[in-house]
């Protein structure tokens, strides 16, 4: 898949219109759908059936601008919705050809354009990188999993390994402060109403193995990293998710009522919305796989804790807590803390952000802390989510 240019044109726009300040940290982001903003068009020209905002994968800003927001950072999102955490790795096991950029080809990409502007390492110590990778992953190579034509242990290991491969890659490049998400769990997801109890428990516990693999290499990298005076850390959300299902409490002070099925209903099939929500405030997901808006702040709030609160622990009363401090109430998909006068309309929101595409164009600016040069608007355009139907197809293989 290659970028046409009416997509990288579009993909152009984004851009936030506030200046950058010399003293604010860098959030850089590199993942999934969960964290994209904007970047799938880079590589996909086409529309969703869901509307979702300003190409994000969510009725409004997602995790990493809430993070943003809540400490006043400056975010670097090269995140592509459908990436995997090694493409050969996939394409060997699953028998296709995915181009989309990997965790490891966004960080290539990073380097390139960033490598010759950071000169001096000491630049990024304050700065912060995230690897949220890994949910694809589990998608495209679950029936194979499920039918144990692939081994889980074999399979959860080297998932594991590639995911750690980016962090250590921008340890490399200079990064001292590293955050790295757990994978989400499926069975949290509506999609997991079209399997079965065993061959959701049979992900779940796939899932939380390779989550303890990853808390263990985590922890392993943060000794490491504590000798150049920095650190890494594990964002929870596969934990964060199962608590606002298990406990009604966390659901009730969120106003979330509807935990099983996904605001939109479409025919993946036929590209069609079928039915929609009156509130997708209400609802845990905006799709069969993609969390509304406000449980993302609740992911960026979960973050913000986890990096300036070193005793914090996630547990049902620290989720209210979260719940409680950062205000989660206020954010939804109509009415947002984040959104300016003209956010519903352009999705620009009152934060420092550059995607992909505008990161190149201000990368300067960027590096050195200054003002971007330019100042330009958005476009509404909606995109064709193509990992979704190969991921039923693949399904479909076990569900038969």
């Not at 300067?364 to 330009?376: E, H, Q, V, Y």
């Amino acid at each position: 898949m290659f970028p046409s240019t009416r997509a990288s044109y579009l993909a152009s726009l984004f851009l936030s219109s506030l200046a950058l300040s010399a003293n604010a940290s860098k959030l850089v982001v590199f993942g999934n759908s969960l964290s994209d903003v904007w970047n799938k068009i880079n590589f996909v020209d086409s529309h969703f059936a869901v509307p979702y905002f300003f190409g994000r994968y969510a009725s409004g800003p997602v995790w990493n601008e809430y993070l943003t927001h809540f400490n006043n950072y400056t975010l670097i999102n090269y995140a592509v919705g459908g990436a995997l955490s090694n493409n050969t790795f996939i394409n060997d096991i699953v028998g296709t050809n995915i181009t989309l950029p990997s965790a490891m080809d966004q960080i290539s990409m990073f380097q390139d354009v960033f490598s010759p502007l950071y000169t001096n390492k000491t630049d990024l110590k304050s700065d912060i990188a995230v690897v949220e990778i890994g949910g694809n992953d589990i998608f495209y190579s679950s029936a194979l999993v499920l039918n144990n034509t692939v081994n889980p242990e074999t399979f959860a290991k080297n998932m594991v390994d590639n995911i750690m491969s980016s962090a250590n890659k921008l340890v490399d490049f200079g990064y001292v402060n590293i955050i790295v998400a757990q994978i989400p769990n499926l069975a949290t997801s509506p999609f997991s109403k079209s399997l079965t109890v065993q061959q959701r428990d049979f992900l779940s516990a796939l899932v939380v193995y390779a989550n303890k693999l990853i808390a263990e290499k985590v922890a392993s990298l943060d000794t490491t990293l504590q000798n150049s005076s920095g650190w890494a850390k594990v964002l929870e959300l596969f934990d964060l998710f199962q608590l606002i299902v298990d406990e009604s409490d966390i659901t009730k002070a969120l106003n979330i009522t509807v935990l099983d099925k996904e605001c939109y209903v479409t025919n993946e099939a036929e590209d069609k919305l079928l039915s929609s929500c009156d509130n997708p405030d209400n609802h845990l997901y905006i799709d069969l796989y993609h969390p509304e808006t406000r449980p993302h702040s609740l992911i960026g709030a979960l973050a913000s804790e986890m990096l300036g609160n070193s005793s914090f622990s996630l547990n049902k009363e620290s989720t209210l807590y979260l719940i409680s401090k950062y205000n989660i109430s206020d954010f939804g998909y109509s009415k947002n803390a984040l959104f300016t006068s003209t956010s519903n309309s352009t999705g620009f929101l009152n934060i420092k952000e550059f995607n992909i595409t505008s990161s190149k164009s201000n990368a300067k600016s960027i590096a050195s802390g200054t003002n971007p040069s330019s100042k330009i608007s958005g476009s509404s355009m909606k995109l064709k989510p193509v990992t979704f139907g190969l991921v039923a197809f693949v399904f479909s293989l076990v569900l038969l």
